[in-house]
């Protein structure tokens, strides 16, 4: 049994300390311990230390302790790591446990330092769902600023299926009717209801609730997306907007916030050269491989460029040069980036104009 002036030392400690001899009974249990799972030190004293985790974590312990004493590898003991542990009353709740052996202990006793993380992980998910929300306005944000260029190219297939529908009943009103003409028009309004349902359907996969799904893709693959949603909004305001895509590496990436990025950042050249490049206007997005074999896409436009008096602030939160701008677009863009193990960074395009460059990490494996 411990020493007093061990279990003095045990029950100074601010975290839960378990002693466990070689077979996991237990030998001493310190009071934040007795706090933490419930039981006192005098009824746990002697029993399986298997009772303070949930299955399969308890089931499997002892075997994994024979395995350490037999073989000295061990994936838990000197190793800190996050768990699930389990109360008296059964409630689980989240620990950090570091376990080490006592030195000159024969037989062998172990001590395990148990701290609750409850409060911890209840505010990196407060943290994740107000990221997730801040995400989320901005992509709402962006589609409300499209919203002219989407009206107008939804309502080019829906004009040309009132046009089609038109044209079939005048064809069914004939004598006799012109059944093969009333055909085509039928499928030219098949043709035109899909291409609506295309647009509407990347629509709802943008504004759609965030999540972490991430998958295998090239870069071409987003950007396709990116035409349909941006080409009518640069038409409307005059601007030709230039994809270079000439392969990727594999990522791994969530589409949708990766999309949102790309859209922010075509969305800014838009509205830059709106305000700043009378004549031609121009964007170009460009995908290549770097040296590093990561992928690097850009997105060029030839106005003014940035302001030197912003640039150091461009990334802040709430800071828009824009007209009722949220300033949520680049900082979610970074932050969006920074979580995919990428960065997004401004340069100055030549002769003119500005470049943001959005880079993400090649997949190691599809595995």
């Known amino acids: 049994m411990p020493s007093n002036q061990l279990l003095a030392v045990m029950d100074a400690a601010v975290d839960a300390v378990v002693l466990i001899d070689h077979r996991g009974a237990v030998l001493a249990f310190n009071r934040s311990a007795e706090r933490m799972f419930g039981w006192n030190a005098a009824e746990i004293q002697g029993r399986n230390v298997s009772l303070l985790m949930?299955?399969?974590?308890?089931?499997?312990?002892?075997?994994?302790?024979?395995?350490?004493?037999?073989?000295?590898?061990?994936?838990?003991?000197?190793?800190?790591?996050?768990?699930?542990?389990?109360?008296?009353?059964?409630?689980?709740?989240?620990?950090?446990?570091?376990?080490?052996?006592?030195?000159?202990?024969?037989?062998?006793?172990?001590?395990?330092?148990?701290?609750?993380?409850?409060?911890?992980?209840?505010?990196?998910?407060?943290?994740?769902?107000?990221?997730?929300?801040?995400?989320?306005?901005?992509?709402?944000?962006?589609?409300?600023?499209?919203?002219?260029?989407?009206?107008?190219?939804?309502?080019?297939?829906?004009?040309?299926?009132?046009?089609?529908?038109?044209?079939?009943?005048?064809?069914?009103?004939?004598?006799?009717?012109?059944?093969?003409?009333?055909?085509?028009?039928?499928?030219?309004?098949?043709?035109?209801?899909?291409?609506?349902?295309?647009?509407?359907?990347?629509?709802?996969?943008?504004?759609?609730?965030?999540?972490?799904?991430?998958?295998?893709?090239?870069?071409?693959?987003?950007?396709?997306?990116?035409?349909?949603?941006?080409?009518?909004?640069?038409?409307?305001?005059?601007?030709?907007?230039?994809?270079?895509?000439?392969g990727s590496p594999l990522l791994h990436v969530n589409r949708i916030q990766v999309t949102q990025v790309l859209l922010n950042l075509i969305r800014n050249a838009l509205e830059s050269l709106m305000r700043d490049a009378p004549g031609q206007r121009e964007i170009l997005v460009r995908c290549r491989r770097v040296e590093s074999g990561d992928c690097e896409i850009t997105v060029c436009d030839n106005g003014r460029g940035v302001a030197p008096e912003i640039l150091d602030r461009m990334f802040e939160p709430f800071h828009s040069t824009k007209r009722g701008g949220t300033g949520l677009g680049l900082p979610m863009s970074q932050t969006i980036a920074k979580s995919h193990g990428g960065t997004v960074r401004y340069e100055a395009a030549q002769p003119r104009g500005a470049c943001f460059l959005l880079t993400l990490p090649a997949a190691e494996s599809v595995s």
């Open 54 to 246: 949930p299955e399969p974590e308890g089931i499997g312990h002892d075997a994994c302790l024979a395995r350490y004493l037999a073989t000295g590898v061990s994936q838990v003991i000197g190793v800190g790591r996050e768990m699930q542990a389990r109360r008296r009353d059964g409630t689980l709740f989240p620990v950090h446990l570091s376990v080490g052996r006592v030195a000159g202990s024969e037989p062998a006793q172990f001590v395990g330092f148990i701290r609750d993380i409850t409060a911890q992980q209840l505010e990196q998910d407060r943290a994740r769902r107000s990221g997730e929300r801040l995400m989320h306005v901005a992509r709402m944000a962006t589609m409300g600023e499209m919203a002219a260029g989407i009206a107008h190219e939804l309502n080019q297939p829906l004009t040309a299926i009132a046009n089609y529908a038109y044209a079939g009943e005048r064809f069914l009103a004939m004598q006799p009717p012109d059944l093969g003409e009333t055909r085509e028009a039928m499928r030219e309004i098949a043709s035109e209801a899909l291409r609506a349902g295309a647009i509407i359907r990347k629509l709802r996969q943008l504004v759609r609730s965030n999540d972490d799904q991430r998958e295998y893709l090239r870069a071409e693959d987003f950007i396709e997306d990116l035409r349909l949603l941006t080409q009518a909004d640069a038409r409307i305001h005059d601007t030709r907007i230039v994809f270079d895509l000439r």
